[in-house]
């Protein structure tokens, strides 16, 4: 198993510019989330979603959105790239048990630089 | 404040010491999440508790769900065990969401 993959590792954008960030996961888990960590902070939920077709907002949603086609991708996408969206992205995965989400599985994570 | 409170923020230790990583969180929780991340920035899974103790070789981590607090000790310290070690919760009325602490520092020098 591959496990939680990310792309890219690192991307430099310019203010205005949109990009998807990849994130796919072989291990059948029906709940996948994505973070971004901010020196000082904890990780912060952005996404998530509990199934194919099902997505939900987090705690920092704006200037995000995701969708969820398939069980094993769920890509991020930045709409219009602002400094303040300047940090590192993790994507992660689990399976959802009877009380909820379970073990979760990181991806490698995405470094984000928007000048 | 947050929801999740850790303790110390940074910490450095001498290769053989014990140590000892807080936890302290605010409302009612379904589990509780240690995690490691190395220099690499990669973010490992530790251990998922909702009650007492739990260990895996070197690493014990414990939990009161009356006091809202958890530890995670690490015996035998060593080089490698050097990373940023997050706290995380489930809160029950968050569903399947997490809510993270803003991690400990740990330095182990030879």
Redesign the interface.
Known sequence: NAGVTQTPKFQVLKTGQSMTLQCAQDMNHE?MSW?RQDP??????IH?S?GAGITDQ?EVPNGYNVSRSTTEDFPLRLLSAAPSQTS?Y?C?SSY?GI????????G??T?LTVL | KNEVEQSPQNLTAQEGEFITINCSYSVGISALHWLQQHPGGGIVSLFMLSSGKKKHGRLIATINIQEKHSSLHITASHPRDSAVYICAVRPMEYGNKLVFGAGTILRVKS
Not at chain 1, 40 to 45: P, S, T
Not at chain 1, 99 to 106: S, W
């Open positions: 709940y973070y000082g902070m904890g990780l912060r939920l998530y509990v987090g590192v993790f992660a959802t009380k909820g989400a379970d073990t979760q599985y990181f490698p994570g470094r």
